[in-house]
């Protein structure tokens, strides 16, 4: 089947550094996306990894590896306004894009 | 730029009735979606586009039907209301296959009673 599993919370204190994991099953992979999602706003664009790897984003890095069909994001020097939702996603078939259920990021002073 | 825009905001339907939800965008993108997010489902893909004059089904397209009759504007149907259908609604727009960002609207949020 075709999946994207991730963690549904995930707790910090600020300051910390948070890792975020995202394990997939799907054919025709073409690369792994992360969205932020804010208390009843829209999702919004974080990263796209297409290749193996690290790419950073200021305190923002996502990473990849096609061979453990596993993804991570990394946020750093968390802040109060890091708390939100995280989601994973891929396209599927390079057009449709599928999301996780979501990871639930609270942190705390 | 507006980006990508949603009408209505918010709704409030009886079992059985239809509505029609419009997304416009106004960044000449060529791929538009229609996804629903319930508590604890993340989002779930309803229909998408991937130009004028296309559609295919998502995840869940049952109760559902879309058009995109023109480039910028990609509407969803509900042509029979059910509680079930109470959900957010997200259109979102993307440039095309040499691109991978997707610009999200700000929600409708749809009660079916």
């Known amino acids: 089947g075709q999946s994207l599993e991730q963690p549904s919370e995930v707790t910090a204190v600020e300051g910390a550094i948070v890792q975020i994991n995202c394990t997939y099953q799907t054919s025709g992979f073409y690369g792994l996306s992360w969205y932020q999602q804010h208390d009843g706003g829209a999702p919004t664009f974080l990263s796209y990894?297409?290749?193996?790897g690290l790419e950073e984003t200021g305190r923002f890095s996502s990473f990849l590896s096609r061979s453990d069909s596993y993804g991570y994001l990394l946020l750093q020097e968390l802040q109060m306004k890091d708390s939100a939702s995280y989601f994973c996603?891929?396209?599927?078939?390079?057009?449709?894009?599928?999301f996780g259920k979501g990871t639930t990021l609270s942190v705390s002073s | 730029n507006a980006g990508v825009t949603q009408t209505p905001k918010f709704r409030v339907l009886k079992t059985g009735q239809s509505m029609t939800l419009l997304c416009a965008q106004d960044m000449n993108h060529e791929y538009m979606y229609w996804y629903r997010q319930d508590p604890g489902m993340g989002l779930r893909l309803i229909h998408y586009s991937v130009g004028e004059g296309t559609t295919a089904k998502g995840e869940v397209p049952d109760g559902y039907n879309v058009s995109r009759l023109k480039k910028q504007n990609f509407l969803l149907g509900l042509e029979s209301a059910a509680p079930s259908q109470t959900s957010v609604y997200f259109c979102a727009s993307h440039l095309g296959s040499s691109s991978y960002e997707q610009y999200f609207g700000p929600g409708t949020r749809l009660t079916v009673t």
């Open positions: 996603a891929y396209y599927q078939a390079g057009t449709a894009l599928i």
């Open positions: 990894n297409a290749l193996d």
